[in-house]
């Protein structure tokens, strides 16, 4: 399976060199639309990585016990897609270089800066909060000499599970937990600002922040239910990741459904009852024109099928979910594109036509398959499913249970007399 995932990522990045040897030239980006196939998939990609870090931490610190088999796997995704995703808009440029100077020349007032900041805060803060828990797991494979023992030991950092050290780790995980929720919250709002903050048609809105959130988060769930029920089919996970941990978090997708609906929804309702004329016609190419069939079909997927799916029990089975998740993805992908390319396409000036080229298609494709290649990297180093956290959750059970039956349930006077 590797080799044919590396001949993949070597051909994406023949095509990119050729993109740096010709330059744009050779892509799909024209006057007026010169946002194309890398900021949609950079808004894409850094949406998918939302759901996993910060599923995991409100999770957490929500105490369900139920997350305990699937928070890594979550956390794993955020901090691959934050990799893949942020150096998309570094593909965007004709002269790589020059992202340099956003850092040597970067204003405050340019959202472009903001971005920068938040995505590098997140990634650091997710990687802390996926190797914080992973410690322990690390020094259980250390402790069984497993190869190569030398990383192992170096990464534990000398754990040996006393009281002190799980005090210590509790105390931080709960402090970068804190840390972890509004800083993702933060980045797809700022990520919303660089468009929000101009003055096209379509972009400058206020609804565009905690729209671009829901869509992260929505698209983050469907991810993360797509590599659940992949591995767990793959790797025989199915006494881990049982039936009870999909229809729990699939009420939370059934939920984002409606939400996505809603924001959707209230920004057309908006555009159109306005009646501004640039605004119409970028509507107009999405309901009836030239997009319509996109827009359609991204409706579909992203409400009508989950709805249908997710609303019955006798749907809702894991083939039902895995469905309902993967056309969310694609239809998130495509949400993506319908907001970057009709407003571009429909300037006040001129009008043009974006026709996407092979060395973008490519470099997407590319970015999909290193995904790929680094969740199998991980799954090959660390445990997907956090050893030290089942083991826990194990003892911690019949104490638990007593404790929500004599916190949360009433006491019967009347049969205890």
């Known amino acids: 399976v590797s080799f044919p995932l590396l001949c993949i990522l070597v051909w994406a990045g023949w095509l990119y060199l050729q993109q740096l040897r010709y330059g744009l030239g050779i892509t799909g980006l024209n006057r007026p639309v010169y946002w194309g196939f890398y900021i949609i998939n950079f808004v894409f990609f850094i949406g998918i990585s939302h759901a996993g870090t910060l599923i995991s931490a409100i999770l957490r610190l929500c105490h369900a016990e139920w997350r305990r088999p699937i928070t890594r796997m979550a956390e794993v995704i955020t901090v691959i897609v934050l990799c893949i995703g942020g150096i998309h808009p570094v593909l965007d440029l004709g002269r790589p270089d020059r992202m340099l100077n956003l850092f040597l020349y970067g204003r405050l007032q340019s959202p472009l800066l903001w971005d920068v900041i938040s995505v590098t805060a997140y990634f650091t803060a997710c990687s802390i909060y996926l190797y914080l828990p992973l410690i322990p797991d690390i020094a259980i494979l250390r402790d069984r000499g497993t190869r190569p023992r030398w990383l192992y030991e170096f990464l534990s950092w000398n754990w040996q599970g006393t009281a002190q050290q799980r005090k210590v780790l509790d105390r931080a995980i709960g ?4 840390m972890v929720i509004p800083i993702a919250v933060s980045v797809h709002t700022i990520i919303a600002y660089i468009f929000a903050m101009t003055i096209r048609t379509g972009w400058h809105s206020t609804i565009l922040g905690p729209y671009f959130v829901v869509g992260a988060i929505y698209s983050g769930i469907a991810a993360i239910f797509v590599i659940m029920i992949t591995f767990r089919k793959v790797f025989h996970f199915e006494n881990y ?7 729990q978090l699939s009420k939370l997708l059934l939920v984002m459904s409606a939400i996505w609906f809603y924001f959707t929804f209230s920004e057309m309702l908006t555009g159109f009852f ?32 989950p709805i249908i799916i997710l609303s019955f029990q006798r749907l809702r ?61 991980f799954s090959k180093f660390f445990p ?23 916190g949360y349930q009433p006491n019967d006077g009347g049969a205890d007399a």
């Open 175 to 178: 402090i970068v937990m804190i």
């Open 241 to 247: 990741l049982k039936l009870i941990h999909f229809q």
């Open 274 to 305: 306005g009646a501004e004329p640039h605004e119409m016609a970028v509507l107009q190419s999405k309901l009836a024109g030239e997009y319509a069939l996109m827009f359609w079909l991204m409706f579909a997927l992203n409400f009508i099928v």
């Open 317 to 377: 089975t894991i083939p039902g979910i895995f469905i309902a998740s993967l056309g969310i993805i694609i239809g998130m992908w495509i949400e993506r594109y319908l907001i970057v390319v009709p407003t571009l396409s429909h300037s006040i000036f001129v009008e043009g036509v974006y026709r996407v080229a092979l060395v973008e298609i490519a470099v997407f494709i590319g970015g999909l398959t290193a995904f790929v290649i680094g969740y199998l990297l």
């Open 384 to 406: 997907l499913i956090s050893i030290w956290e089942i083991r826990e959750g194990r003892e911690e059970a019949v104490a638990h249970a007593a404790k929500v039956v004599k």
